[in-house]
């Protein structure tokens, strides 16, 4: 009897200890999402100031500083497509106070386009939140005898080779080309440029077919009537130009462009930090006057739990090393 009731009491304290060291945990991580932040944050973006990355975190950073308590700094750090941002992030000290404002292109593609981006966007990387979504609209020169993206479909399986420009070579532009023509079987002929401008250009002046183009390019030049617009790439329609319609409900079942961009932190940053940022970046991205001056730059506000951006960057990051691969696009 006395070795049964010693076993018990062994069996009692042990859960007594389980449970104080949930509650020590709890505790700690409680602590760490109050203590958070006592310094400056900076938040990396990988472009020039005046883009679209640019003016997204500017659009928040005020708010984050006054959420937070500290200054918030935007350091921005063109090159390679945001991937010198990305190497500066996976190198940073995991607390939370270096994070980074991405794109898709560093947060999920530029892995399997160049050869050696100095980081692997899964592994070194700790999603924050989603920030916003920026759909891609597929607009043709006037002179292509298409009035909707049905028929856009019909003439490019009649004439072969159609063209379209984007701003490089694996780019969202080329890479939404290069999807479609791959899900609906035909062929398209991919033009390159040093840039959206020097397409849109081409694209207004009929040297190429079509585009697919960001809403703050393609909307005023569809207005003026010196293109058209057929449809968007995102999954669902864009709050922008409601009546387009997507390219998936116009008849390629599954197919989907999202330019977005997402916050994100380096690896290993502790997750009471990483929800203190999610819950103060989810409701600034819900603030009215937020979503009003994101829509000005044709970008629609799009927050998530950090496991929700998760599961989405491994889902484009294997759709686009797919089809990179499959294509064989490179962009040394």
Avoid: C
Avoid at 125 to 138: C, E, W
Avoid at 326 to 331: E, F, K, L, N, P
């Amino acid at each position: 009897m006395k070795s049964r009731n010693s076993g018990l009491m062994l069996k009692l304290a042990s859960r007594l200890l389980l449970f104080a060291g949930a509650t020590v945990a709890v505790a700690s991580a409680h602590a760490q999402s109050e203590s958070f932040a006592s310094r400056p944050i900076r938040i990396l973006v990988g472009s020039a100031p005046g883009g679209g990355l640019d003016t997204t975190a500017r659009a928040v950073s005020d708010r984050l500083s006054a959420a937070l308590g500290q200054p918030v700094v935007i350091d921005n750090r063109p090159g390679a497509a945001g991937t010198v941002a990305g190497q500066i992030l996976s190198k940073s000290t995991p607390d939370g106070y270096t994070i980074n404002l991405g794109a898709i292109g560093n947060l999920a593609v530029n892995y399997s386009l160049y050869k050696n981006i100095g980081y692997h966007p899964l592994k070194d990387l700790a999603p924050v939140t989603m920030m916003v979504d920026a759909t891609n609209i597929v607009v043709v020169h006037p002179s292509v005898a298409a009035n909707t993206f049905k028929d856009l479909l019909a003439l490019a399986a009649k004439q072969p080779g159609m063209t379209y420009g984007s701003s490089g070579a694996g780019n969202a532009g080329h890479l939404a080309g290069e999807l479609l023509a791959r899900m609906v079987k035909v062929e398209l002929t991919h033009v390159p440029y040093k840039g959206g401008g020097p397409a849109m250009l081409d694209l207004v002046g009929g040297r190429i077919n079509m585009i697919f183009a960001s809403p703050s390019s393609a909307i005023p030049q569809a207005k003026a009537g010196k293109i058209r617009a057929l449809a968007v790439t995102t999954r669902k329609r864009s709050v922008i130009v409601p009546d387009l319609p997507t390219i998936a409900e116009s008849g390629v079942h599954g197919y989907e462009v999202n330019n977005w961009y997402a916050m994100a932190a380096p690896a290993n940053t502790p997750k009471a930090v990483i929800a203190r940022l999610n819950k103060e970046l989810v409701a600034i991205l819900n603030n009215p006057e937020v979503k009003q001056i994101l829509l000005q730059q044709g970008l629609e506000a799009s927050p998530s739990t950090p496991e929700a951006l998760g599961k989405y960057m491994k889902s484009e990051f294997e759709k686009w090393g797919k089809l990179i691969a499959d294509a064989r696009i490179s962009a040394q």
